[in-house]
């Protein structure tokens, strides 16, 4: 499968790890940044530029992961190459389909998703929504590849990834932050060595 992914913060980095376990993936990753190109560099099979069109270009799937306030200007910038054949992905949290749809074509095929953090260690959480000019085939392509980083998840309606952003986006940050009252809730009343509590922790959260 040919893949492009515009951006390369944290995320992108995911997805790179995850794509590049199914070696006929060829992947192409852009940036404006040139600090984070020279860092995918390092990592083999990966082609790099700072040219988004060019990413397009050498693709048939396109992730898009850039910031949301770039969406619309990177639209804009692709929205020729993309043409109608050719599949989008955006991960840009509040971004809804319409809004993407308006900017390229009514006829774009589109998927949005909501990915979470866990995806960073591929045992992530992946929802996911295509539009209606999206195939059987374009899903199939499409869950081939998240589902190297995690467990992908159909949102029913559009309006539902604000559950899925308070649940499974925000859901690891919750966790932590819970872990760490537990721990010093241990090391107040109970007098247990961090490191011991750090552990049980560890193991009840992999448990469940």
Do not use: W
């Amino acid at each position: 499968m040919k893949v492009g992914i515009i951006g390369s913060g944290n995320m992108a980095l995911s997805l790179i790890n995850g794509f590049r376990t199914e070696k006929k993936n060829k992947i192409i990753c852009s940036d404006i940044d040139i600090k984070k190109l020279n860092i995918l560099k390092k990592i083999s099979n990966i082609r790099t530029t700072n040219d988004n069109l060019e990413v397009v270009r050498n693709s048939e799937i396109i992730f898009l992961c850039v910031k949301p306030d770039m969406v619309k200007f990177v639209l804009k910038e692709i929205k020729q190459s993309l043409g109608l054949k050719k599949l989008l992905v955006s991960i840009a949290a509040g971004v809804k389909t319409s809004f993407i749809q308006n900017e390229l074509n009514l006829k774009s095929k589109i998927i949005r998703t909501m990915p979470n953090l866990p995806c960073l260690v591929l045992a992530g959480v992946f929802g996911y929504r295509a539009n209606k000019n999206c195939t059987s085939n374009d899903l199939r392509n499409f869950l081939n590849l998240v589902q190297t980083v995690g467990t992908a998840i159909k949102v029913p309606k559009e309006s539902d990834f604000d559950y899925v952003t308070a649940l499974s986006g925000s859901g690891p940050a919750f966790l932590g932050e819970f872990i760490n009252a537990q721990l010093v809730l241990s090391l107040i009343h109970i007098s247990e060595p961090t490191r011991q509590a750090e552990m049980s922790y560890a193991v009840f959260c992999l448990k469940k």
